[in-house]
């Protein structure tokens, strides 16, 4: 078993052993001399608060305890998008390590330093909950409860690691997640810290030919493990998989089992509580169990939590419903509130919708999160602005989307943008004046295809409709091999007209004459729907055609203004 070093006392203790290895070609010694000079260019400074970003693990652990023997408190921005550093520049003194003008380690070593313990309470790291998702959440954590938080990681899990074993990561120490598990906890138990962050699969497979690693990742990682790569050395050196950020689904837990030769041990918490629980699905299905020294229970089927790694002894009441289940843990069923989740990414629902609402092209909005084939990924339900309605005529769908996309980018992460978008006339809602989560699901559900104006003048129009299988006309039409309902193309051509033409009001409709349906229309194709409103006649002809020659034709016949009902 490793020798417990621990944080407080991480620089002193290192610092009297020269040649432990502490990173990837980096002894004590280099490690050390590197924290030293972080700690002079701080101590050189102006300032308490200081925003750091380092990519490498090592570098940022140099920073941040050079940071903290320097009496500064350190602030760990969640991205570097320019958003969210204009709102840093209010509440820090200063950027440092790889941020825009940020400061720089001294070039010269400095005078010998009489490495002293830190203050378990002076130390001090703010990590953000939300980040670009929304107004960024600021939480303050002492060093006291990071040692904690490392202490029963490694009572949970040490035996797990050997002595040689090259920690593997997918994720950034940016977050709480990765600063516990990639640089805290190795440097507390005497581990080596990560090696720089891999970005794609195959540098996995790389690293575990070198020899014995366990591997920090995520479930969006872990859901993508392509089973064509050769996964042989990994399995053979791989002694743990750790995940978090949420819950893995049960097929990928399986299938990492497979491809990687180790269940993941799967973390349960949150920045606010730290961790909480952990479970592996092969061995524990839904079952999570808390980590040493936490306590649990239940509080009107809200999980509750008390544990070191919260600033108070206070119980701290989570947004996340549970279930108790045999030997002493729980099972989680679903969020109470409106944050939830997006390839680890917190999001705020509400927040979202508020940034949409500021557009001038939004009336009313409103997100939901969908399941795809991709995982989960979040809709927004729109309702026009009046400038948002001229977008839409004009340039359609997708002009839109992708005016609302380039409005949320400088503050919303990319993996929170919605990838689904309505844009009905009115919010959905029931009897109460209520806007339930199926009603907004159901938009997506859509009645209209893809619309394309070909031409428009005031008496003929031309639009060319993309007709996927994601309408709403195919559902029960059929599902071996479903086709488009003339009904609904005859839906369409009303609609459609009340866009382009002066057509009178719905509620003036006669007749139909003339329908014919000459060939079926299908998912996939795309067909051109071509108008012409007829006043003296009060009637709309029709015509469906492709490639493929005609699909439809038709007359809808309406009441003169005066007319008798």
């Not at 962050?197 to 790389?206: A, E, F, G, K, M």
């Not at 993309?466 to 609904?488: E, K, M, R, W, Y």
């Not at 349906?517 to 051109?528: D, K, S, T």
Request: proline share 7%; hydrophobic share 45%; glycine share 8%.
């Amino acid at each position: 078993m490793k020798e417990w070093i621990g944080l407080n006392a991480a620089i002193p203790r290192l610092a009297a052993s020269p040649h432990r290895k502490v990173g990837q070609g980096l002894n004590a010694e280099c490690f050390v001399a590197s924290a030293a000079r972080w700690q002079h260019a701080f101590s050189s400074h102006a300032g308490e608060r200081w925003a750091l970003w380092e990519d490498d693990p090592a570098d940022f652990a140099a920073a941040l305890f050079g940071a903290w023997h320097a009496g500064v408190s350190v602030v760990l921005p969640g991205d570097a998008k320019q958003a969210t550093l204009s709102a840093l520049c209010e509440v820090v003194d200063g950027f440092a390590g790889g941020l825009p003008g940020g400061l720089r380690p001294s070039v010269t070593p400095p005078s010998p330093i009489s490495w002293e313990p830190l203050s378990p309470v002076q130390a001090q790291v703010t990590l953000f909950t939300s980040g670009s998702t929304g107004d960024p959440v600021a939480l303050l954590k002492q060093l006291a409860q990071l040692e904690a938080e490392v202490q029963a990681l490694e009572t949970a899990f040490g035996q797990r690691l050997p002595a040689d074993s090259l920690l593997l990561t997918t994720v950034s120490h940016q977050h709480i997640y990765g600063l516990l598990f990639c640089v805290l906890w190795p440097l507390a138990s005497g581990r080596t810290l990560a090696a720089p962050r891999l970005s794609y699969h195959d540098d996995i497979v790389r690293a575990c030919a070198a020899g014995p690693a366990h591997l920090v990742s995520s479930p969006a990682h872990l859901r993508r493990l392509p089973p064509e790569l050769d996964w042989s050395d990994t399995r053979r050196h791989l002694g743990a998989v750790f995940s978090s950020g949420g819950a893995l689904p049960p097929e990928a837990a399986a299938n990492a089992l497979e491809l990687l030769g180790q269940s993941p041990v799967e973390v349960y918490g949150s920045s606010e509580t730290g961790g909480i629980a952990w479970r592996q699905a092969d061995r524990h299905g839904a079952r999570w169990t808390p980590l040493p020294g936490v306590e649990w229970r239940l509080d009107d089927g809200l999980l509750s939590v008390r544990s070191p790694h919260l600033p108070t002894t206070d119980w701290y009441r989570c947004a996340d419903r549970a279930e108790s289940t045999d030997q002493g843990g729980f099972a989680l069923a679903g969020r109470a509130d409106r944050i939830v989740k997006i390839e680890e990414k917190r999001v705020s629902l509400s927040l979202l919708e508020r940034e949409l609402a500021a557009s001038p092209l939004v009336h009313e909005a409103r997100a939901v999160v969908l399941d795809l084939v991709i995982g989960q990924r979040l809709g927004a339900v729109i309702v026009p602005s009046d400038a948002g309605r001229v977008l839409l005529a004009g340039g359609g769908r997708a002009a839109m989307a992708s005016a609302l996309r380039q409005a949320l980018s400088p503050s919303v992460d990319a993996l929170a943008l919605p990838r689904r978008w309505a844009f009905p006339e009115a919010m959905p809602c029931n009897a109460q004046g209520k806007t339930t989560d199926q009603m907004l699901r159901n938009q997506f559900r859509r009645l209209l295809p893809d619309v394309r104006w070909l031409s428009r003048a005031p008496t003929r129009a031309v639009a060319a409709l993309a007709v996927d299988a994601g309408l709403a006309a195919f559902d029960g039409h059929f599902s071996q091999t479903p086709i488009l309902p003339g009904v609904v193309q005859v839906e369409w051509a009303a609609r459609l007209a009340a866009q382009a033409l002066p057509v009178p009001d719905p509620s003036r409709f006669l007749r139909l004459d003339g329908l014919k349906f000459l060939q079926i229309v299908r998912p996939g194709c795309e067909v051109r729907l071509e108008l012409e409103w007829q006043a003296e006649k009060q009637t709309l002809v029709f015509t469906l055609v492709s490639d493929a020659g005609r699909h439809a034709t038709g007359r809808i016949v309406y009441r003169g203004e005066n007319a008798e009902v």
